[in-house]
Structure formats: C-alpha cells, structure tokens
C-alpha cells in the first residue's frame, strides 16, 4: 500500500506565503514525476507544478515566478513553495506521484497515486 500524506495548508492573507509537504510511504519501489494540482470550488482540477525524477520543473503560468516545487528523494518527499499568495490560489492541493509498482520482463508498470488534499485559503 503506498499513501501520500499533505500538509501545510491554511488560512492565509494576501500577498503571504506558504509551503506545502507531500510525503510518500508504503511499498515504493521508484518514483517518478511528483507534482501539485489544485480543485477550486466549482471548477476542474488543474495543474500547479511537476517535477521530475530528475529535477525538471513546469509550472502553470498562473503561479509562475511565485510557486517553486521542489523534492527530496531520500525522503520521498515534495514541496511547494507559494508566494505572494493571491484569492484566486485558494483551493484544495493535491499531491501527486507516478510510481513504478513492479518491473515485469523489462516493462515497468506504473500507478498513479493522488493524496487525500490540503485546503489553501487567501483572505483577508
């Protein structure tokens, strides 16, 4: 069973700042591409950020130049990093990892895994 665990979501003013933490555990044979999304009211879900095994990054342009995502691969762990927070960023943040369950005559096989997700609020 592999789980992905947020936190660090919370109220926040405008213009503040916030880091979230996504932390992988289980029966984890690799990872991949970790990433955030994030689900406003009434609307779809959508990407913040990816990061790659190897440290690439993308980032919607909505939060470019203000959120950075970052990883630490010994602890299976990836963060975001938000800045200069807006109304428009609250939502809910979700954690994201694509993960190599087994590897099968040379294929490999792999899930996506998504966290339960973190409430973001920015209000004054």
């Known amino acids: 069973q592999v789980q992905l665990v947020e936190s660090g979501g919370e109220l926040v003013q405008p213009g503040g700042s916030l880091r979230l933490s996504c932390a992988a555990s289980?029966?984890?044979?690799?990872?991949?591409?970790m990433g955030w999304y994030r689900q406003a009211p009434g609307k779809q879900r959508a990407l913040v950020a990816i990061i790659t095994s190897g440290g690439s990054t993308t980032y919607a342009d909505s939060v470019k130049g203000r959120f950075t995502i970052s990883r630490d691969n010994a602890k299976n762990t990836v963060y975001l990093q938000m800045n200069s927070l807006k109304p428009e960023d609250t939502a809910v943040y979700y954690c994201?990892?694509?993960?190599?369950?087994?590897?099968?005559?040379?294929?490999?096989?792999?899930?996506?895994?998504w966290g339960q997700g973190t409430q973001v609020t920015v209000s004054s």
């Open positions: 289980g029966s984890i044979f690799r990872i991949n591409d």
């Open positions: 994201t990892a694509n993960m190599m369950d087994r590897m099968d005559s040379g294929i490999a096989y792999n899930t996506d895994y």
